[in-house]
């Protein structure tokens, strides 16, 4: 797997008398099999845009996106997304909101909740399977949702700011769960935070972008997801001295970009 | 003694005007909450009693308020001998044949017009301005229209409640389109979906509240036009029984047409209740 994005720009085009915006500019990023990585930026960097030009949702104006040798022109079920909230089904259960992927691609019932049901297992749901999502708490449901996204076998998992609204206990818990389940399935992850300990926390490749016009400013390679797979816990992986002087560092280009747009 | 005002606390005024601290279970400054059952019946008695009062004291002519007593013994002669040699349940029968049929037709056309109309602005563009020219016109103001063209029998009855039916589904199914969190359908077409498996899997069970709410909404317009429907050549139904009755000054029997239309329509709003609680129980919950 290797998605390439090759000198991406997006240009809003003018309305209501104001210029036009360019959300994205001159964007060139690769993403290879197994890979973790997270886009990190102040607000209006373009971050989602990004997201949503991989997802194929939006075309770019100039550059193209590349996935495995075939140009990107659309949403397709080899990139899944996993949403900050909003996206479940709540007139479908659990099991059939988990299944919901292999549905619209035609499987059989038995079929879609037999492997629907292992990744319940697998995101820790195991007898919920009937319970109706919207009577769930916000860190089930975005588990249900990353379940959801695991189904169909994609070979990208687009995550917008999937922990976003989660409280900061379940916050946690679901960093380290999505590392235990990115581990086990080597899926190659996009992920989009505004947190820039779980932006460390948890990718191998980090992006850091700054607004008008959206763009990378800074990419560093990042060791801390591997050594909490090798067993560190989370919490001595984040109080350790390199982590923290790398969390200053990233720190100082976001708000020295937060200032800038002020 | 103590000040009888200060261990009162504040004034009636300054205790209505100001929100309450609410019960454990109940959550603060929520607007009209809280259980109106019992106060609902309470109000019904009330009501009767004041008809009752009224009439029993003699402080309006039995013409134009007839006692509960009238209306309860014309009930029970109608329902044995008839009205006009029509038996009373086949008055009842026509009516809700009338209502239910153009409610239904206007269900098997309008909600996939409406669908249609919500997902496409060629349909939108197209059958807009046709129903909102028609919508805010009284169903009186195109009876006339209607008789002239379909005649004095029973198409131009069921079609003139069939389009005080028909808008406002329109309108609610078109609306109910855009239910659908853009999130949610953005998570079909990532799996592979279609435009019509969105549809089908998303954009129509997210609008079935609205579609709900616009049945409930355009069956009450059916009544309503019931008695318009039945105003020009008929001879059954509860439209027809209450205008007939009108013109002999036969006040009980107005009244009492007008409890069986309101109990009718009652019960059927009821009945869709109950199938918004079983259909769409996540309803503003997600």
Redesign the interface.
Known sequence: MSLKIDNVSVIYPAADGRPPVAALSEINLEIVEGEFVVALGASGCGKSTLLNLIAGFLSPSTGSLVLDGRTVSGPGADRAVVFQKHALLPWLNVIDNVAFGLEIQGIAKQARHKTANEFIQLLGLDGFQNSPVYKLSGGMQQRVGIARALTCDPKVLLMDEPLGALDALTREKAQELILKIWGETRKSVFFITHSVEEALFMGTKLIVMSPRPGRITHVFDLPFSRLFQSGAPARQVKASPEFIALREKVLNIIFADEEAVE | MTDPVSSKGPGLLARLARARPTKPGEIYGVPGQGNTFWLSIASVLVLLFIWWLVTALGLVKPLFVPSPQAVVKKFIQIWNEGFTNTPFLEHVLISTFRVFGAFLLACAIGLPLGLAMGMSPLMRGIFDPPIEFYRPIPPLAYLPLMIIWFGIGETSKVLLIFLSVFAPIVLGARSGVKSA?I??I????????TRW?VMR??IL??A?PEILTAMRVGIGFGWTTLVAAEMVAATKGLGYMVLSASQFLQTPVVIMGIFVIAIIAFGFDLLMRFLERRL???KG??
């Open positions: 969190a999130e949610q953005h998570a079909a077409y990532s799996f592979g979906a498996q899997h998303v069970p997210s079935m769409v129980p996540w919950r997600m």
